[in-house]
């Protein structure tokens, strides 16, 4: 009996030792401090779970770990695109029986002859730039504005500016401002301004350079004669490229 009594007393003494580091000598040491990385505790100690539901915001994080971000496409923008504008041409007078020359003395322009008080119309639509209601040339005088005698200019939709002068009458209420359209009358022919005494009509296809005042532009600077017999067919020639394509090459400078 004593000697079981020494064994358990030597048994207790070995785990006491064991569980409170001590050691064999028996002198209790104090435990060396370890320092804890406060994230390497976090991540030990987050559910497998918890780490598993965390996702990467940046794309490269989401490549790397295999995680697919899909975009939705971005819409395209829808363009609009207005009708081309369709521009109309007539012949610039209303008569069955009339004849024009392919050339012009001096300039770039065309007479239609035609019998005096046949109707003028705008070969296109637009705004009336210009009128003369009074015949004040004065036989032998220098050219000039006043040549024309009654005449109007008009700046049509296409950019162009068309001359028609010798009139015998200028229409009422057709004025400097007044919107006019395709065929519609804007006068008559006749013999006014330096016409030799003859019934016709002087026309001249320009750019608006000054829009007013600018005779020797106005007067014509392109030869209209394919563009008349065009518009006499029903057919609509335009002359807004040649017309643009004199203005580059001569400044407004006639």
Not at 47 to 71: H, K, L, M
Not at 132 to 161: A, H, I, M
Not at 189 to 209: F, Q
Request: charged share 15%; hydrophobic share 35%; proline share 8%.
């Amino acid at each position: 009996m004593p000697l079981l009594r020494t064994l358990s007393g030597l048994t207790v003494l070995a785990v006491c030792l064991a569980g409170c580091g001590g050691t064999a000598g028996g002198d209790s040491a104090a435990p060396t401090p370890q320092f804890v990385d406060p994230a390497a505790t976090t991540a030990a100690t987050t559910p497998a779970a918890a780490q598993a539901s965390v996702v990467p915001t940046s794309p490269s994080a989401s490549a790397a770990n295999g995680v697919a971000r899909t975009r939705p496409p971005s819409p395209r923008p829808t363009v609009s695109r207005a009708p081309k504008k369709v521009v109309k041409y007539v012949f610039p007078v209303k008569a069955s029986n009339v004849d024009w020359h392919t050339t012009h003395s001096k300039y770039k322009a065309t007479d239609i002859f035609a019998d005096c008080g046949k109707p003028v119309v705008a070969a296109t639509s637009g705004v009336v730039l210009e009128i003369s209601l009074t015949d004040k040339y004065v036989k032998g005088s220098p050219d000039g504005p006043n040549n024309g005698g009654l005449s109007v200019s008009l700046l049509g939709d296409d950019g162009v500016r068309y001359y028609g002068s010798h009139l015998s009458k200028v229409q009422t209420g057709i004025k400097k401002g007044v919107r006019v359209t395709a065929g519609q009358q804007i006068g008559k022919v006749g013999r006014t301004g330096n016409a030799n005494n003859v019934c016709h009509l002087h026309y001249g296809i320009s750019p608006p350079c000054a829009k007013v005042g600018d005779w020797k532009v106005r007067r014509g600077v392109v030869w209209p004669y394919s563009y008349l017999a065009s518009w006499r067919k029903g057919g609509a020639k335009s002359p807004v490229a040649e017309v643009a394509a004199w203005k580059r090459s001569h400044n407004c400078k006639a």
